[in-house]
T-cell receptor, first 110, second 111 residues
Framework: EDQVTQSPEALRLQEGESSSLNCSYT??????LFWYRQDPGKGPEFLFTLYSAGEEKEKERLKATLTKKESFLHITAPKPEDSATYLCAVGINAGNMLTFGGGTRLMVKP | DSGVTQTPKHLITATGQRVTLRCSPR?????VYWYQQSLDQGLQFLIQ???????AKGNILERFSAQQFPDLHSELNLSSLELGDSALYFC??????????FGEGSRLTVL
């Protein structure tokens, strides 16, 4: 069974304090690893897709990396506006739907 | 703005009732997905339609059903509602590249 596990469940950072979020996955036939940001009461907002081990993508203060078993979302010098829940999801070759992890709730204090 | 439109945004109803949630996908997207998000279970895949036909089914209860119409909008019907059905229901549509783009959700409260 496909499984996606995110850690930590919650993370408190001071503004400017860099850190990483982890997404571990067990799937048969990875089609892609997806990162989303979700603000309270809103729909998930697409950030990145990673397709193969070693791939990296960046957007502003966020950088996503992928290995054969996990993905990391690195946040460099975060700002309070980066506070949100970050979700990772896997897509498998057998279908187009995504299986989501439980998310990491990030809180950045000024 | 993802381009996916969901109505209503909020819905309050009583146990045993039936509700219909509506979704319009992004222009040009043929696939529509429905997800349920509750506090204790995260985002759970319910069902996918592609160009009017059911393509995949997840953990969707028998009391729930969905359809996609010729104009590609989709409806999720929830019947015999229970307290535990209270959740955010999201619709998403996808392009050929596989990313899902989500609407703002419909918050259902069952009293």
């Amino acid at each position: 069974e496909d499984q996606v596990t995110q850690s930590p469940e919650a993370l408190r950072l001071q503004e400017g304090e860099s850190s990483s979020l982890n997404c571990s996955y067990t799937v048969s036939g990875l089609r892609g690893l997806f990162w989303y940001r979700q603000d309270p009461g809103k729909g998930p907002e697409f950030l990145f897709t990673l397709y193969s081990a070693g791939e990296e993508k960046e957007k502003e203060r966020l950088k996503a990396t992928l290995t054969k078993k996990e993905s990391f979302l690195h946040i460099t010098a975060p700002k309070p506006e980066d506070s949100a829940t970050y979700l990772c999801a896997v897509g498998i070759n057998a279908g187009n739907m995504l299986t989501f992890g439980g998310g990491t709730r990030l809180m950045v204090k000024p | 703005d993802s381009g996916v439109t969901q109505t209503p945004k909020h819905l309050i109803t009583a146990t045993g009732q039936r509700v219909t949630l509506r979704c319009s996908p992004r222009s040009g997207d043929l696939s529509v997905y429905w997800y349920q998000q509750s506090l204790d279970q995260g985002l759970q895949f319910l069902i996918q339609y592609y160009n009017g036909e059911e393509r995949a089914k997840g953990n969707i209860l028998e009391r729930f059903s969905a359809q996609q119409f010729p104009d590609l909008h989709s409806e999720l019907n929830l019947s015999s509602l229970e307290l535990g059905d209270s959740a955010l229901y999201f619709c998403a549509s996808s392009s050929d590249t596989g990313e899902l783009f989500f609407g703002e959700g419909s918050r259902l409260t069952v009293l």
